[in-house]
């Protein structure tokens, strides 16, 4: 395995920024598990700027290390990890990004690697699971987001970041026996919302009930849905709290800790995880690089989860 830049060896301040100082893809040749920028936000509804989220995520991620306490892994040493670069797609015209988002991941997958991948916002999640689908045909999936982002259409159009998971429903590319919102709050257009997102098979774990249930209970009710499906994880940075996660276009109150999402994600070892995405982060709204630096978390641990997976 190829590591990281040693941080005692070469100042973590030194040199361009990878995804936490991994090689790239075009030093190793082949990964089993590939950390992608995708920098598009073309698809938001409110505060655009999420297309520079991939550079600041690689900025944020210096500081980590490459043992995982919490999990009792060296997520870099079980598995070939690297940082494949951007995804290159178009930033006027929203079908042709989403064909070369799907294009351009299902490459990485068919060259052997799991990915993880740094949005852009969550309209790539339907190019991508577009991806993950044709490799593992219909997957469970683990969606934390303030937001329910099974709407249909805004202004008309069907593919923006409010909708992706709708799409998926109706394109057959998940498994409806195990669809999960975490971290779900805030006002809606209408009881209908709600309605049409069960009808879809969603089921919902709200912020507060993660604050009365507790990470153990939800990471339990999670995992029995999910049991042994391979299963996809899509992180919206939106479902911390803004106090923990500022730097993001839609925000909204109420929120989790990052330490409750990453308690739970912790709570993931040992599920058929095959790849995920962390979406939404948008520096220009950051202050401290806060929002960056959670999301550097994040994308580590979904990091150390494919690994573990890879190891087994
Ligand atoms: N996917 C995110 N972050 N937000 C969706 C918000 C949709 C709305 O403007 O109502
Ligand atoms: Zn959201
Ligand atoms: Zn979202």
């Known amino acids: 395995m190829i590591g990281p830049v040693d941080s005692s060896k070469v100042p973590r301040f030194a040199g361009p920024a990878t995804f936490a100082r991994l090689p790239r893809l075009d030093e190793v040749g082949k990964a089993d598990i590939a950390v992608v920028g995708v920098p598009f936000d073309i698809g938001v509804s409110y505060r655009p700027g999420a297309r520079f989220a991939p550079a600041a995520v690689r900025e944020a ?6 043992y995982h306490p919490g999990l009792d892994v060296s997520p870099f040493e079980s598995a070939q990890v690297v940082d494949a670069g951007d995804i290159v797609c178009n930033p006027f015209n929203i079908g042709k990004a989403i064909t070369e988002i799907s294009e351009q991941a299902t490459e990485l997958l068919n060259a052997g690697a799991k ?8 309209t790539i999640a339907l190019p991508l699971l577009r991806a993950v689908a044709s490799k593992h045909g219909p997957v469970a999936l683990l969606h934390f987001d303030a937001h329910l982002d099974t709407w ?7 593919y923006t970041h409010g909708t992706p998971f709708r799409r998926a429903v109706e394109e057959g ?11 779900t709050r805030g006002p809606l257009y209408g009881r209908a919302d709600l309605s049409e997102d069960a009808r879809l098979g969603f089921g919902i774990v709200t912020s507060a009930d993660v604050m009365r249930r507790g990470v153990d209970e939800v990471v339990e009710a999670l995992r029995e849905r999910i049991g042994d ?13 803004p106090a923990h996660a500022p730097g993001t ?7 989790m800790t990052s330490r409750e999402l990453l308690e739970i994600l ?8 095959v790849s995920a995405d962390v ?3 948008a520096p220009a709204y950051d202050h401290a690089d806060i929002t960056s630096i959670a999301a550097s978390h994040v994308a580590y641990d979904l990091v150390t989860l494919l690994a573990m997976g890879v190891a087994k």
């Open 249 to 255: 276009g839609t925000p909204e109150a109420g929120g």
């Open 115 to 122: 990915l993880v991948t740094v949005g852009g916002d969550h």
């Open 61 to 66: 991620s210096r500081l980590l290390r490459p």
């Open 152 to 158: 249909d259409t805004y202004f008309g159009e069907p």
């Open 173 to 183: 590319l998940l498994d409806t026996s195990a669809l999960s919102h975490v971290g």
């Open 266 to 273: 912790r709570g993931l070892a040992g599920t058929n995880l």
């Open 229 to 241: 499906r391979p299963l996809y994880v899509s992180v919206d940075i939106d479902v911390l709290d």
């Open 279 to 281: 979406v939404e982060v």
